[in-house]
């Protein structure tokens, strides 16, 4: 009786790994489900994902005012007319940008936000920051890039197996240093230049990154919840930061704007030629 018991424990932790491993993969593809040809603003979708929910009125930055429809329980509630026309702006800008062959730097590291990022600019092959901000990834481009190209390097030399001609303990420590690089920096590994804009998902969260686009006139596309300062910010879209449905649905947006850029690139390139 106890050896079943035992086996079905077993089982049971097994099924809960493949189940914890399945969901993770489906975060990880999470927009590679979408059919972006179809994907239309939508008041509608805003309201059903929770997109105007704010912070508590306690907390709001007199910067969103012209963004509160009101408050409800003490909790302030943005006007979804006014992200949408915002959001048609801020998609406007970044197909423009991706339409001229540049690049858009997804930005977000907030502990929900990691693999939803990382998702939206692998499925539209952006470069992305879902982990720590490296300081002078903008302002100091030349050192940055320096690592990026030793990394690339590395991991071509190491499919080459051109590390083997080292010893195990050596080829080991190689490996490990490419994996603590591409955990790093491997979202922007193959950014050669510097992004045409910056999208954010968290203006405090990632303040480090906007001061840097700042510093270098890169132009700036975030998402605002009611407590922050839009000051400086290029394309601020009202929308609730928090939530996974609200994160979800919104940068959905975002990498729609980018396929449509993508789309037109050889369009523009014919026409140039004509």
Known sequence: MKKMVEEEIVIDSEKKVKLERKRNKYEEDYFSQIDFSEMKISVEDMFKNGVYFGHHKSRKNPQMNEYIFATKNGINILDLQKTALRLREAMKFIEDIVSSGQDILFVGTKKQVKRIIQSAAKKCEMPYVCERWLGGTFTNFEIISSRTRYLREGEEKKERGEYSKYTKFEEMKKGEELERMEFRMGGIKNMKKLPGAIFVVSIQ???????????????????????????????????????????????????????????????KSSKDQK
């Open 205 to 267: 969260e990632d303040n480090l990154a906007v001061k840097e686009a700042l510093k270098k006139n890169i132009p700036i596309i975030a998402l605002a919840d009611t407590n922050v300062d839009i000051r400086g910010i290029d394309y601020p879209i009202p929308a609730n930061e928090d939530a996974v449905s609200s994160l979800k649905l919104m940068l959905g947006y975002i990498v729609k704007a980018a396929l449509d850029g993508k789309s037109q690139i050889g369009k």
